[in-house]
């Protein structure tokens, strides 16, 4: 083994349970009441040089060195976590009142009351007791909607080169009441889930999906509301989301925070010498941060993969008609018996109609014309679709 250990504090503790001897103590900034306390008085090993990233600002550690060893603390730059702070927060209803404008928080409401009119809607937390069947179909169900949702984007996600890991430890973490998932249906189907860590009064969210043939519904703004309701039910302090400045992390909290590293060094020659030379590297690394140079190469690198991708991933024209209710006889027609194997852009065609119409989904019959053209009823509106 080398002289260098590197680890990332955010998911070696929040996924894994493991914490560097460095840390004897962590409190929450906010009110420096106690998260962790170390149960060993044990001392990080003084031949290394122990490198540890990803420490959340929104903790503060007590540090155990010797006297031969140095600790060096750096910000991460432009890396940004987002958090829901729920102290002496009563209920949903409160949060929503007392961190959202009315033009922000009436859609959120009101495409939840949508969505719970149109579909046969039901939400399940499995946290302490899953079957491996129930396990498996949502982790494969997460998996297919996150491939979808980032297809949709022309982008990556990290969680794919992890995904082995995470099918392979998140079972266990739930059964031990570690980790979670929450899991939104509509009748059997899943359309939402959310892969979440447990650590004393913090929630983390860590994976957020939902099925994007429900996108006018909102769902993965249902998602985080139906994720704070629990929080705030079951007693946690912090709902937190983790780093990423998506619009839906930015709407949600109340606080945001940087992360730090801790690079701790023995003074001796060779351990000095890398300790310093990884200090060099994340200046150099924070450096290129602020001066935008590595976030325009990702921006050059990702407006080149998406232009290979957009008429592969185009979403295709539809144009549509509305037909007479009394001229519409459905004898002469086909009739689609399941929405559900329909092609994706037929079935988000005919959730879109739901939303639109303020339809029940078990009021819609689709009836197919050819190979582009269908017909949608309701108990309001029929409309000719045609896929060009």
């Known amino acids: 083994m080398g002289l260098l250990k590197k680890e990332d504090f955010y998911n070696t503790f929040f996924q894994k349970d493991r914490i560097s001897s460095l840390f004897t103590k962590i409190l929450f900034k ?35 060195i010797c006297a031969n060893q140095k600790v060096k603390r750096l910000n991460q730059e432009n890396l940004f976590g987002f958090g829901i702070l729920l102290d002496g927060v009563s209920d949903i209803d409160s949060y929503l009142n007392n961190n959202f404008k009315s033009s922000t928080r009436g859609p959120i409401k009101r495409k939840l009351k949508r969505l719970e009119s149109c579909f046969n809607i039901q939400s399940k937390i499995f946290y302490g007791k899953i079957t491996e069947t129930e396990y498996n179909t949502i982790m494969s169900s997460l998996k297919n909607m996150l491939t979808n949702r980032f297809i949709q984007k022309n982008d990556s996600n990290e969680a794919f080169g992890k995904w082995e890991n995470y099918l392979n430890t998140t079972l266990p973490l739930i059964k031990n009441k570690e980790a979670s998932l929450f899991v939104m249906y509509s009748n059997e189907d899943i359309i939402g889930v959310s892969l979440n860590y447990h650590k004393n009064s913090i929630l983390i969210g860590h994976i957020i999906a939902y099925n994007i043939d429900y996108s006018k519904f909102g769902l993965g703004n249902t998602i985080v509301y139906k994720l704070i309701d629990w929080s705030i039910k ?25 992360y730090e590293y801790y690079i701790v060094y023995n003074k001796s020659i060779a351990p000095f010498i890398i300790g310093q030379l990884e200090i060099l590297k994340i200046k150099i690394k924070n450096l290129l941060k602020k001066l935008k140079i590595i976030s325009t190469f990702r921006r050059v690198k990702k407006i080149t993969i998406t232009r290979k991708k957009t008429e592969q991933n185009a979403i295709k024209p539809i144009k549509f008609e509305d037909i007479n209710v009394n001229s519409f006889n459905e004898e002469n027609h086909i009739k689609i018996k399941n929405i559900n194997f329909s092609s994706p852009a037929l079935r988000r065609t005919i959730f879109n109609f739901t939303f639109k119409q303020q339809e029940h989904i078990d009021n819609i019959h689709v009836f197919k014309l050819d190979e582009k053209t269908f017909i949608i009823k309701g108990k309001k509106c029929i409309q000719k679709i045609t896929i060009n």
Do not use: C
């Not at 990080?44 to 007590?62: G, M, R």
């Not at 989301?241 to 945001?256: E, P, V």
């Open 30 to 64: 906010y009110d420096n009441s106690l998260f962790y306390s170390s149960k060993h008085k044990s001392v990080i090993n003084d031949f290394k040089v122990n490198f540890i990233s990803l420490f959340p600002q929104y903790l503060t550690p007590e540090v155990s």
């Open 234 to 258: 079951n007693g946690y302090s912090i709902l937190d989301m983790g780093n990423g400045a998506l619009d839906y992390k930015r709407i949600w909290s109340n606080f945001s925070y940087n």
